[in-house]
């Protein structure tokens, strides 16, 4: 089995005042955790959200692999009913190219209807389109010549042309919060990644579940961090942070509960000691390969912090694998 990784979640939004400032902040913020041993970077999709922030995140893979050397950048994860196999497939192969195979492509079926709508896909449609175009996806990025015909998504025989670096393909991960979305992870995913809202004991049982599907590539759990002096001080500081992402949760209907409700079994807080032995608690307890951390969330900490507390965990992280 091969070693943990620990990598973290970039923010959508931000309080930055314009958008270049933004993005300039989350270069930089890659970059120190690719200098500090960190493993993964992970960018979500989302639309129509605030002015400072970012909707297309393969781009901003893009830059952010030609500014880093070790780290995996990946999306997760990108609404895949909105992305048509054969632009992603060609999109994807020249990410994996351009970075010597360090691009993972993380996607999911989407929740809302914002994201979906603008292109043609509804609420109730939405798995549908997602195994179909995750079939053709597949069929593209591993064979010479493919072409699919579904009831959603369709495309004439297609070489794609340049193959990809990565064999047998550039990674897919599967995000999904059900059973289903689970075995499909399993079936047509090379992994399956678990959202930042289920508990430990939720994300053991469906990461059982997916290893009994057939399922052999990484399990991927995201958690919402705050590093800080110690647990309560962290703890202080995230609830009102926190705030405001966990409301778009409720709003979503993903969880009901309390703050407190939620803090039980859910978040990493503390030092950056402290996160890294919460980390390997999440790899311990539901056989993670690779924990995700947000770090950094829109009503804070700030940009300079984010940069000390990623250079925190990378050592800590280093410095427990030793």
Same mark, same amino acid.
């Given at each position: 089995?091969?070693?943990p990784?620990?990598?973290?979640?970039?923010?959508l939004?931000s309080?930055?005042?314009?958008?270049?400032?933004?993005?300039?902040?989350?270069?930089?913020?890659?970059?120190?955790?690719?200098?500090?041993?960190?493993?993964?970077?992970m960018l979500?999709?989302?639309?129509?959200?605030?002015p400072?922030?970012?909707?297309a995140?393969?781009?901003?893979?893009?830059?952010?692999?030609?500014?880093?050397?070790?780290?995996t950048?990946?999306?997760?994860?990108?609404?895949? %009913?909105?992305?048509?196999?054969?632009?992603?497939?060609?999109?994807?192969?020249?990410?994996?190219?351009?970075?010597?195979?360090?691009?993972a492509?993380?996607?999911?079926?989407?929740?809302?209807?914002?994201?979906?709508?603008?292109?043609?896909?509804g609420?109730?449609?939405?798995?549908?389109?997602?195994?179909?175009?995750l079939?053709?996806?597949?069929?593209?990025?591993?064979?010479?010549d493919?072409?699919?015909?579904?009831?959603?998504?369709?495309?004439?025989?297609?070489?794609?042309?340049?193959?990809?670096?990565?064999?047998p393909? %550039?990674p897919?991960?599967?995000?999904?919060?059900?059973?289903?979305?689970?075995?499909r992870?399993?079936?047509?995913?090379?992994?399956w990644?678990?959202? %930042?809202?289920?508990?430990?004991?939720?994300?053991a049982?469906?990461?059982?579940?997916?290893?009994?599907?057939?399922?052999?590539g990484?399990?991927?759990v995201?958690?919402?961090?705050w590093?800080?002096?110690?647990?309560?001080?962290?703890?202080?500081?995230?609830?009102p942070?926190?705030?405001?992402?966990?409301?778009?949760?409720?709003?979503?209907?993903?969880?009901?509960?309390?703050?407190?409700?939620?803090?039980?079994?859910?978040?990493?807080?503390?030092s950056?000691?402290?996160?890294?032995?919460?980390?390997?608690?999440?790899?311990d307890?539901?056989?993670?390969?690779?924990?995700?951390?947000?770090?950094?969330?829109?009503?804070?900490?700030?940009?300079?912090?984010?940069?000390?507390?990623?250079?925190?965990?990378?050592?800590?992280?280093k410095?427990?694998?030793?």
């Open positions: 089995m091969s070693a990784r620990l990598g973290i979640c970039m923010p939004t309080t930055a005042p314009t958008v270049g400032d933004y993005l300039a902040q989350l270069t930089a913020e890659a970059e120190a955790a690719d200098a500090a041993g960190l493993d993964v970077v979500p999709e989302h639309h129509q959200g605030l400072v922030g970012y909707a995140p393969l781009t901003l893979a893009a830059h952010l692999l030609a500014r880093t050397s070790r780290i950048v990946a999306t997760g994860v990108l609404v895949l %009913p909105g992305h048509h196999p054969v632009h992603l497939a060609e999109q994807v192969t020249m990410l994996d190219n351009l970075s010597g195979g360090r691009f492509l993380g996607v999911g079926a989407g929740y809302q209807e914002s994201d979906l709508a603008p292109f043609g896909v609420l109730a449609d939405r798995g549908a389109v997602l195994t179909e175009t079939t053709g996806l597949g069929a593209l990025l591993s064979s010479e493919a072409a699919f015909d579904g009831a959603h998504v369709a495309f004439p025989s297609f070489r794609l042309r340049p193959r990809p670096l990565s064999v393909r %550039p897919i991960w599967l995000g999904s919060w059900s059973r289903t979305g689970v075995r992870a399993a079936e047509l995913a090379d992994g990644i678990a959202d %930042p809202i289920r508990t430990i004991t939720e994300i049982e469906m990461a059982a579940a997916y290893r009994a599907a057939g399922g052999i990484p399990v991927i995201m958690r919402e961090a590093v800080d002096t110690d647990v309560a001080t962290a703890r202080g500081a995230f609830e942070a926190i705030a405001p992402v966990f409301g778009y949760y409720r709003k979503s209907g993903a969880y009901t509960g309390s703050f407190d409700d939620l803090a039980a079994d859910r978040f990493v807080l503390g950056a000691d402290d996160c890294v032995a919460q980390a390997q608690d999440v790899v307890r539901t056989g993670a390969d690779i924990v995700l951390l947000t770090v950094r969330h829109p009503a804070g900490p700030g940009h300079v912090e984010t940069l000390e507390h990623i250079t925190a965990l990378g050592h800590a992280w410095g427990a694998r030793v």
